[in-house]
C-alpha cells in the first residue's frame, strides 16, 4: 500500500517517537525514498523537534498573562474558522 504525502504527514508523530505501526513502516520508507518534498519535510520536523528540546523549560505563566494569551488565540482561531 503507498501512501500519499497527506498520509505520511498525519503519521509523521508515531514515526518519530518510534511507534509506527508495522504495517506502516515499509511504505513509510518507500515513499521518502521517492519524494522529495517530504523528505525535506521530514528533515525539517526533525530539526525542529531537535531545537525545542534543546529549549530551556518554561515557567508557569502569571494567571492575568495567560488568562489574555488565552483571548487573543481564542479570537484569533475563531476568525480562521470563520475564514475557512
Known amino acids: 500500500m ?33 519524494c522529495e518534498n517530504c523528505t525535506n519535510y521530514v528533515a525539517s520536523y526533525t530539526h525542529t523537534v531537535k531545537i525545542t528540546r534543546k529549549l530551556p523549560k518554561c515557567t508557569k505563566l502569571p494567571a492575568d498573562v495567560e488568562a489574555r494569551l488565552r483571548e487573543v488565540l481564542k479570537d484569533h482561531l475563531g476568525e480562521q474558522a470563520k475564514a475557512n
Open 2 to 34: 503507498s501512501l500519499t504525502c497527506e498520509r505520511l504527514r498525519e503519521l509523521l508523530f508515531d514515526h518519530h517517537a518510534g511507534e509506527l505501526e508495522v504495517e506502516h513502516q515499509e511504505s513509510f520508507q518507500v515513499h521518502l525514498d521517492g
